[in-house]
């Protein structure tokens, strides 16, 4: 992919990404890389004037966000992605908006991961923790029954206690066949749970390989995760 943001300058160039069925694959690199940049592309909310997006062989490029939503991709932003008047069981709710059938089990699907949720269904969104405020987010995506749940940054500004937490779920929702597409600030800890790894740096794919692979290559831990 290259394009950007309306008719200014591209921010990202020849930018490939690719996950698979029930797979995680984690976006990382230095800030202003274009990592959410790439994210919104996939989801597409930015112009992208050469490649393409394809979900399951179909090429989707020119669906808006609300069409791919309909096809099976779920976006979970890194703000403002909850409704903070509603209850959790609202939240939910909403996220299964173009469902026409029984959302029960799903909903007890996502109560069962994250039961947290269960226990404060009752409960105003916006008066959860940070940690949980993501498994709302989290949640609600689920509710659309996705093929591919894209993650924005989902353990930002929470402890790593709750960082440690939210990985073990979202490796639990890749096992049940759903794709993980992540952009992550905690690189080394994100790239341990990653089938597949990109470091992007000013828009392009500068290293690609597994995640134990990056975690091993010297470049990639002077440059990026520290040592």
């Known amino acids: 992919m290259t394009g950007g943001y309306g008719t200014g300058a591209d921010i990202l160039h020849d930018c490939t990404l690719a996950v698979d069925k029930g797979e995680i694959a984690v976006i990382v690199g230095p800030n ?3 990592k959410s940049t790439a994210m919104k592309a996939v989801f597409g909310m ?3 004037h050469t490649g393409g997006v394809f979900l399951d ?3 989707i490029t020119s669906l808006t966000p609300q069409a791919r939503v309909a096809k099976g991709m779920a976006f979970v932003p890194q703000t403002s992605n909850i409704f903070t008047s509603m209850t959790v069981e609202e ?3 909403m996220g299964a908006f173009l469902r026409r059938d029984d959302i029960t089990g799903t909903m007890d699907q996502v109560y069962t991961l994250f039961p947290i949720l269960r226990d404060k269904r009752r409960q105003a969104a916006g008066e959860l923790s940070g940690g ?3 498994q709302v987010a989290v949640g609600r995506a689920l509710m659309t029954q996705p093929q591919v749940l894209m993650l924005d940054e989902p353990t930002a500004g929470v402890s790593p206690i709750v960082m440690d937490e939210l990985f073990d779920r979202i490796i639990e929702v890749a096992k049940t066949g759903i794709s993980i597409l992540m952009v992550e600030q905690n690189a ?3 790239l341990e749970i990653a089938d597949t790894g990109y470091v992007l740096v000013q828009g392009r794919n500068a290293f690609t ?3 134990a692979e990056l975690l091993a290559d010297p470049e990639v831990r002077k440059s990026f995760l520290g040592g």
């Open 91 to 93: 939240n939910l709710e």
């Open 209 to 211: 390989g597994t995640g």
């Open 32 to 34: 202003g890389a274009g």
């Open 188 to 190: 080394r800890q994100a």
């Open 132 to 134: 949980q405020r993501q």
């Open 57 to 59: 062989g179909e090429d």
């Open 46 to 48: 930015l112009n992208i």
